[in-house]
């Protein structure tokens, strides 16, 4: 998938759960992170979709997480979230 969106403004992509949470089905965001740099992919912006009630209260340590490893602009999906491009 992210070879896919290598070169894209955006990529929506889920990232259900904080570093900590033991999931195989999800990518956290270091994972996620580990993914981009790995792949390394050019990918303007990042939102995250997908956010499990475990992330509220934690998207600054999870921007953190990610941003390890990946160096562009990190968004967090809500509704009515609008993206100009």
Known sequence: MIEFADGADLLAHDCSFPDEVDVSNHPTPSSLGRALAAADAEIR???LT?????TEGRHDEMRDALGAHYDGSVEFARDGLAVEL
């Not at 997908?50 to 475990?54: E, K, Q």
């Open 45 to 47: 912006e990042v939102v």
């Open 50 to 54: 997908h956010l499990y009630p475990h």
